[in-house]
T-cell receptor, first 110, second 113 residues
Framework: GQNIDQPTEMTATEGAIVQINCTYQ??????LFWYQQHAGEAPTFLSY????GLEEKGRFSSFLSRSKGYSYLLLKELQMKDSASYLC???????????FGTGTQLKVEL | ETGVTQSPTHLIKTRGQQVTLRCSSQ?????VSWYQQALGQGPQFIFQ???????GRGNFPPRFSGLQFPNYSSELNVNALELDDSALYLC????????????FGQGTRLTVV
């Protein structure tokens, strides 16, 4: 099975950098996803890591260490609109059946 | 906009009733997954349909059932509703069952009273 852990809440300042961590235990590894979800809206895809290392996409980067069962999402130059829940997820049994963590609620303040 | 549409957007039902939720997948996608998201929690996988057949199921009781139609749209049916079934129900559409991309609809907010 899958077990995914991430912090419940984080607060950061506009313009700053924030790192949201995710640890996972899986019976078979098939990559790790990060999704963003604004209140009352659908989750939207941010990143997918299957190999170790850092992948950068504009202000957002995602890191994976398979040996440590660890990933993080890095958000730079924070904006107020980045206030949202950030969900870490891993495929179960391959493909796109996803097991999600509880989500990290990020609040960006002035 | 992901091209995945769900209906209705909001619904209130009484305990013991039955409910049907609908999802239209993105054009060209043959795989639909359903998730239940309780308040303050991450989505929980209910089941997946691939080319009209169930292709995996999460830890949900049999009163949660589904269908996928030839046009790849899908329904989620829940019988004998319980108060704990109150949640946001999300549908995710994918090009196929192994593709890593999954595009979520806006969800249906179900309240059971």
């Amino acid at each position: 099975g899958q077990n995914i852990d991430q912090p419940t809440e984080m607060t950061a300042t506009e313009g700053a950098i924030v790192q949201i961590n995710c640890t996972y235990q899986t019976s078979g590894f098939n990559g790790l996803f990060w999704y963003q979800q604004h209140a009352g809206e659908a989750p939207t895809f941010l990143s997918y890591n299957v190999l170790d290392g850092l992948e950068e996409k504009g202000r957002f980067s995602s890191f994976l260490s398979r040996s440590k069962g660890y990933s993080y999402l890095l958000l730079k130059e924070l904006q107020m609109k980045d206030s949202a829940s950030y969900l870490c997820a891993a495929p179960t049994g391959g493909g796109n059946k996803l097991t999600f963590g509880t989500g990290t609620q990020l609040k960006v303040e002035l | 906009e992901t091209g995945v549409t769900q209906s209705p957007t909001h619904l209130i039902k009484t305990r013991g009733q039955q409910v049907t939720l609908r999802c239209s997948s993105q054009s060209g996608h043959n795989t639909v997954s359903w998730y239940q998201q309780a308040l303050g929690q991450g989505p929980q996988f209910i089941f997946q349909y691939y080319r009209e057949e169930e292709n995996g199921r999460g830890n949900f009781p049999p009163r949660f059932s589904g269908l996928q139609f030839p046009n790849y749209s899908s329904e989620l049916n829940v019988n004998a509703l319980e108060l704990d079934d109150s949640a946001l129900y999300l549908c995710a559409s994918s090009p196929d069952s192994q593709n890593t991309e999954a595009f979520f609809g806006q969800g249906t907010r179900l309240t059971v009273v």
